[in-house]
Every structure is written in structure tokens, then in C-alpha cells.
């Protein structure tokens, strides 16, 4: 969808902002640019609508060379989050989102249509904020009508310089969540700037680490980033507690749940404990006849006790395992919707996660 | 406030306003020196204030008067659009044509304006015939052995350069400059980042200063405008050295001089030109809360706060 060919950026005074960058976007993908602070992220960014032109190298956009397209009707159809929001404040919040259908000569119908459509999608009540000005508006709601107006005549792709960057935590975890779930809706193929590595790991279906200078340090989707990093500059960048961060980004799989026996809710304390024997274990899941983990008991009571909220399958192992800490047990139990799938322990934790960094360790490189 | 001294409660405090002497002094002396003046006013005969009051709505006087608010109008009309070409050459990256913008900028605001509008009023000189053609057609022509001048058609100098044309030209030009600036600073006023994302959302330049950058710059602009409106006004008195005859200032003083009674007719004109710049100044105040919009609250009190007293010429 899109594709950077040996970019290069020499600025006039010298500068070289970006070097040699070969990136390719498909469609529908979150690429994340992340990097320290004048690395050339917004640079590559702006060269892909020609805000900069390249010094070197070939942009291609859909099969098209973006350097042969007018820049003006080029921009038109590249919806462009800027950096500080950069929302117009002599105009209300309806005609900051309608100024590109405003330019492509949308009538006013359609444009105000569009508009409510925008707002709602984004989580702002028309009724409410299409009349109101910027500034009358909260950081994270104004960063909101940035997302509405660059989606407003529905671009294919979508540039995103740190969007979430000038609001704050609070509010930059609700937008990220947002962000996700929007894009889960119009599947917009996005670049997105960011220095913040959580960001990245947390949005990014691929992460470009550049350096300063403009290097590709590595491409690749998180898991891999965080599992293996290529370079001493990517480890570093990353953080020593990418382990931590791995966990965000690594799912539960069933295979690595560690199976206690199960004793159906209806059985006495005789048949609790001979399961309990011919297990060799000492304590049990109980579950009722649905299925649905109801306690766990263990001797010499061999009564059901409350077990810990059960996690669902589809968590990532972070959540997992902060469940897991919380939990006076030392294990929490696993669930596909109701029905219970096994139990997760520090130790199953553990191993989930070197083994996922193993598989995606190429050869020959050491984690 | 004092600490409380030993295990004693402190007793209630006394209250007594401050006392402000000088104030008092003030006031006595400023009352006392307005007495006299309007006593003066009252009194001296030289003020003859039935003469000047019969004559000052004479009719060539009404006429001037026209004459010297639409001269106001146009002047500041063509300064304005003027100033806005300047400040845009000026912010040009070519620097041959911002080099042109000041140049333009540095030869009108040096000359005072009426030297320049003595100056225009004697372009006629330079100049017996304008005419409309090919740049340098006589040379031209010339050059390919052809006789003729390459105009299209001409008239005579004196007739377009008629006093009042010669004048106004001279005040717009002049104006011209000085908006410039004003523009200018406006335009710088305005976060780069916005024209940057106008242009992102694939607004070509044009398009983002007319409908980004200028209109967030009134809010800059607006307010000195509003000044230099007020001061042309003012200047249009200038235009008797032109010399434009059926001007505001040119027929009160005609009047003075035939009757030998100069003095009335120049409170006259002094009451003239205070009650319409006065009616401009509120104009310039309901304009400028206009443009105030889009302004943070506090922003929008500090905007007011700095420029109305400024702008309304109080104090
Ligand atoms: N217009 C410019 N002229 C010269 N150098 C620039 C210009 N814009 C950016 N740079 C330089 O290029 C490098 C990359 O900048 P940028 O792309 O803005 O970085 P980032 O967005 O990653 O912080 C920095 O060293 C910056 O100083
Ligand atoms: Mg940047």
C-alpha cells in the first residue's frame, strides 16, 4: 500500500534527517515510527504527502509514485494528524472537521452530515461541540476533532505525528484505547509517530526504530522488537524491562496451562479427595456442570473454597499475570467465556514467554 | 497585621480608610484650572462663537467634510490592500521580490506625507501625458527601425493627476507602507504550525493565508488599523498642500481668511475633526471585540485591556 524506497533527507543546511529508509505499509497496518527526539520521524512523515520533499529515493502510494501526483490533491486524500493538534481556532469545531470536504466542494448537506457522523465516531456529542470553538474544548476532546477531521472525506491512509503526545496520561490512555478500537472500524492503513516505546508496543501492528541520523534500526511487530531486539541501540531504546512490556503483547495459549485435577461441584469430600490421589496433586479446580470454575479446595478441609477472578483467554499475559499477583492463591484460572481452560502460575508465565522469544529469535542471533 | 504581644487578646482593629491628601489637591487644581478655561471659553471675545457656528455648516464646509471622509474611506481601502501585497512580498522566500517590498516600505515611510503629497501634486511635470502601451514602446520600436511610440492610447497628465487623484494616491501609497508593516507583524504573529497543517489538509498557499493565517491575524491587525484610520483622517488636512480645494481643512481656513476671522474657524475645525474621529473610535471598539473571537477568555480581557485605551486614544 505503501512503500518507502531508499529515502533519503538532506536538509539545505546539511542536516541529514533521514537515511536510506526502504519501509513498507500494507493495508490496513499501524505502522509505528518511534524513536528519540530529531531521529527524522516527522520528516519521513511529511515526505510521504510532500510536505518535504526527499532528496533521494521513491515514495510509492497505491501503485503511484507520490512525486508525480499534485501535492495539493495528493493531500487531500492523506488525512494528516499534526503534532499539537493544530486545529484552526477562528473556526468551530464543525468547520475545523469539514475543511477538506469544504476544499473537495462537498455540499453544505453532506459536509454537516459527515461531520455529526465524525463527531460521533470519535466520542464527542455533535449537539454539543459541532458549534463550540477550540479552545472551548479539553486537550484530549481538541485531539479528538484532529482524529474527526483528518478521517472527515475518508482517506485510505492516515499520518499521525504524535498525536497523543501534548495531553495527559490519563487522557492518552483513553485515546490509545480509542484509537484502537476506531481503527479496529475503518481499517485505515496509518503511519504513526511517537517517542513513547509503551505507545508503540500498545498501537503498532509493526514498530520502525530510527536512530538519529535517520537509520532504520529495526522493523518489526512488537513481539519481535521486545523478544529480539536487532541491535544494541533497539535493546537500549527499548528499555531493560522489555520483558515487562513483552508480556502486554504476548497472548495466553492453552497448551501452556497447567492442568490441576477438576472436581465436579457435586463431589463429596471422599471423591475430592481420591482425585486428589490418583493426581499426586495438592489441591483441585472445582467446576460446576457448566463448566465454569466455582473454587478449588485442598486438604485437609477438602472444602470448596472462592477461587480468584478468572482471566479470559483472549487477555494479554500482562494482564494475566498482574491477576496472577493479586491473587493469594499463586495461580489464576483461565476461561473461554464461561468454561474453564486450565490454570496460569508464575511459572507457566514464565515459560509462555521465553518460549515466545525463542521463536522469534532468527537463528544465530543471540535474544 | 501585628503578632499579638504578651497572653492579651488583640483589640479589635480600628478601621480608619486611608487618607489620601494629594488627591484632594489634585482635584482642587484641575477644577480650578477648568473654571478658567471655560471661563476664558465664555468670555473672549476672539472665540466669536455665533460667527463660527453660522459658518461651520455652511455648505462648501459640509462638501469638505464628504470630501474628506470618502478621501479617509478609499485612502485607507487601497492602503490596506497595498499593505497586504507588501507584507506578503515581504514574507516572499524569493528575495528579489521582498527586497522590491522593502524598498517600497523603507522610501514611504522616510519621506513625511507632505512632501510626498506636495510631491504628487506636482507629478504632472514629470509626466505631460500617461499613456497605456508597451513598456519601453518607443525603444522598441525604435530599435526594429519602426516609427511610433507603441502606445495604445494616452491622455493628458493633468486630467487623471487631478489634485484630489494626486492626493489620494499619494495617501494610499503612503498608508500602503505602513499597513505593510502592520500586516506583516500580524502574519508573524500567527503559530507556523498553522499554515503548516493547512496546508497538510492540501490547501495551497493562497487559500491558507486567506483563509487560515489572514483572518487569525485581525486579531493583530485589527487594532492599529483602527489607529491608522483615525490618523488618516487627520492627514486628509494635509491634502490643502496638494493643493485639493474642496477639502474639509482647505475651506474652513478660505472662510477664515475672506472674513478675517481665522481663529473661529479653527476651533472650527478642531470640533470637526474631534467628533468625527470620535464617532471612528467607537467604531474601532465593536470591531475589535469582533475580532476577539476564538480567543481564550483571558486572552480575549488582556486583547481589550491593551488596546482599547490605545485604540480609544483615552489617557
Ligand atoms: N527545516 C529543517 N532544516 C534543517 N534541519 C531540520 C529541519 N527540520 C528538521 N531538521 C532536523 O532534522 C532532524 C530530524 O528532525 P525531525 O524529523 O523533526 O525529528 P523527530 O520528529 O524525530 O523529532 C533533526 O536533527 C532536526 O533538527
Ligand atoms: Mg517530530
Keep these: 500500500m505503501l512503500r518507502l524506497d531508499a529515502v533519503s533527507k538532506r536538509y539545505a543546511d546539511g542536516t541529514v534527517a533521514v537515511h536510506d529508509l526502504t519501509l513498507d505499509v500494507a493495508r490496513g497496518e499501524v505502522c509505528v ?6 531521529c527524522g520521524k516527522t520528516t519521513t512523515m511529511r515526505m510521504v504527502n510532500r510536505l518535504i520533499e526527499p532528496t533521494s529515493g521513491r515514495i510509492v502510494l497505491d501503485g503511484r509514485d507520490v512525486t508525480h501526483v499534485d501535492p495539493v490533491a495528493l493531500r487531500r486524500g492523506i488525512g494528516y494528524v499534526i503534532q499539537q493538534v493544530g486545529l484552526f481556532p477562528h473556526q468551530t469545531i464543525e468547520a475545523n472537521v469539514a475543511t477538506v470536504p469544504a476544499l473537495l466542494g462537498w455540499d453544505r448537506a453532506r459536509a454537516r452530515a459527515r461531520v455529526r457522523e465524525l463527531l460521533e465516531l470519535v466520542g464527542l456529542d455533535p449537539e454539543v461541540y459541532a458549534r463550540r470553538y477550540p479552545h472551548e474544548l479539553s486537550g484530549g476532546q481538541r485531539q479528538r476533532v484532529g482524529v474527526a477531521r483528518a478521517l472527515a472525506a475518508d482517506p485510505p491512509v492516515l499520518l499521525m505525528d504524535e498525536p497523543f503526545g501534548a495531553v495527559d496520561p490519563i487522557a492518552r490512555d483513553r485515546l490509545q484505547a480509542e484509537f484502537l478500537r476506531l481503527q479496529a472500524a475503518v481499517r485505515k492503513t496509518v503511519v504513526f509517530v511517537t517517542h513513547d516505546i509503551e505507545e ?41 524491562d522489555r520483558g515487562l512490556k513483552r508480556l502486554a503483547v504476548t497472548p495466553i495459549r492453552v497448551a501452556d496451562l497447567e492442568q490441576p485435577p477438576v472436581v465436579p461441584a457435586s463431589a463429596t469430600a ?18 460446576d456442570a457448566a463448566g465454569a470454575p466455582v473454587g478449588w479446595l485442598t486438604r485437609p478441609g477438602l472444602v470448596p473454597q472462592p477461587a480468584p477472578d478468572p482471566v479470559p483467554v483472549t487477555a494479554s499475559l500482562k494482564t494475566a499475570f498482574s491477576r496472577l499477583l493479586q491473587a493469594d492463591t499463586g495461580w489464576v484460572a483461565v476461561v473461554d467465556g464461561a468454561s474453564y481452560l486450565g490454570v496460569l502460575t508464575p511459572a507457566t508465565v514464565h515459560e509462555a514467554l521465553r518460549r515466545s522469544v525463542a521463536a522469534e529469535t532468527p537463528p544465530g542471533s543471540a535474544p | 497585621m501585628t503578632e499579638p504581644t504578651g497572653q492579651a487578646r488583640p483589640e479589635p482593629i480600628k478601621a480608619v480608610p486611608v487618607r489620601h491628601p494629594g488627591r484632594w489637591v489634585g482635584i482642587v487644581v484641575v477644577a480650578i484650572l477648568t473654571a478658567m478655561f471655560l471661563h476664558m471659553l465664555l468670555t473672549n471675545d476672539a472665540f466669536q462663537w455665533q460667527f463660527m457656528f453660522d459658518n461651520m455648516f455652511s455648505e462648501p464646509v459640509l462638501k469638505g467634510a464628504w470630501t474628506t471622509l470618502w478621501v479617509t474611506v478609499v485612502a485607507m481601502i487601497l492602503g490596506v490592500v497595498i499593505g497586504v501585497i507588501i507584507a506578503v512580498m515581504r514574507l516572499s522566500p524569493n528575495p528579489v521580490i521582498s527586497s522590491a517590498a522593502f524598498a517600497y516600505t523603507w522610501f514611504f515611510r ?28 518607443e525603444q522598441l520600436l525604435g530599435l526594429f527601425g519602426l516609427e ?51 496546508q497538510a489538509l492540501g490547501m495551497g498557499r493562497g487559500l491558507t493565508m486567506q483563509r487560515i493565517v489572514l483572518p487569525q491575524a485581525m486579531r493583530v491587525i485589527v487594532p492599529p488599523t483602527g489607529n491608522e484610520t483615525i490618523a488618516m483622517l487627520k492627514d486628509t488636512a494635509l491634502l490643502a498642500f496638494v493643493p485639493v ?34 464617532v471612528l473610535m467607537v467604531g474601532q471598539y465593536f470591531l475589535e471585540k469582533r475580532f476577539a473571537r476564538g480567543v481564550q477568555g483571558r486572552a480575549k480581557e488582556k486583547l481589550l485591556k ?6 480609544a486614544g483615552i489617557e
Excluded at chain 1, 520502525?208 to 536487532?230: D, I, N, S, W
Excluded at chain 1, 475430592?272 to 472445582?286: E, F, I, S, Y
Excluded at chain 2, 512632501?115 to 519601453?136: C, D, K, S, T
Design chain 1, 33 to 38: 515510527l518511534v524513536g528519540p527526539s530529531g
Design chain 1, 270 to 287: 471422599g471423591e475430592a479427595g481420591a482425585a486428589l490421589d490418583a493426581a499426586g496433586a495438592d489441591w483441585a479446580m472445582v467446576v
Design chain 1, 200 to 240: 508503540a508496543v500498545r498501537l503498532g501492528d509493526r514498530i520502525a526504530v530510527l536512530r538519529q541520523g535517520g537509520y532504520l534500526e529495526q522493523y518489526a511487530p512488537p513481539r519481535v522488537l521486545l523478544g529480539a531486539p536487532a541491535t544494541a541501540f533497539v535493546a537500549d531504546f527499548v528499555g531493560s
Design chain 2, 148 to 198: 511610433g511610440s507603441g502606445q495604445i492610447f494616452g491622455v493628458d497628465a493633468n486630467k487623471i493627476l487631478s489634485g484630489l487623484v494626486a492626493g489620494l494616491l499619494g495617501l494610499s501609497l503612503s498608508e500602503g507602507a505602513y499597513m505593510g508593516e502592520i500586516v506583516r507583524a500580524g502574519i508573524q504573529s500567527i503559530d507556523p504550525g498553522q499554515a503548516e497543517a493547512a
Design chain 2, 245 to 278: 480645494t474642496n477639502e474639509l481643512f482647505f475651506q474652513l481656513q478660505a472662510i477664515g481668511s475672506r472674513t478675517f476671522q481665522v481663529f473661529p474657524m479653527l476651533v472650527a475645525a478642531c470640533l470637526w475633526y474631534l467628533s468625527m474621529t470620535s
Design chain 2, 110 to 137: 522616510a519621506v513625511p506625507r507632505v512632501v510626498l503629497l506636495v510631491l504628487f501634486g506636482n507629478l504632472g511635470i514629470l509626466y505631460a501625458e500617461v499613456g497605456f502601451g508597451l513598456p519601453f514602446g
Design chain 2, 306 to 311: 491593551a488596546t482599547v485605551p490605545t485604540g
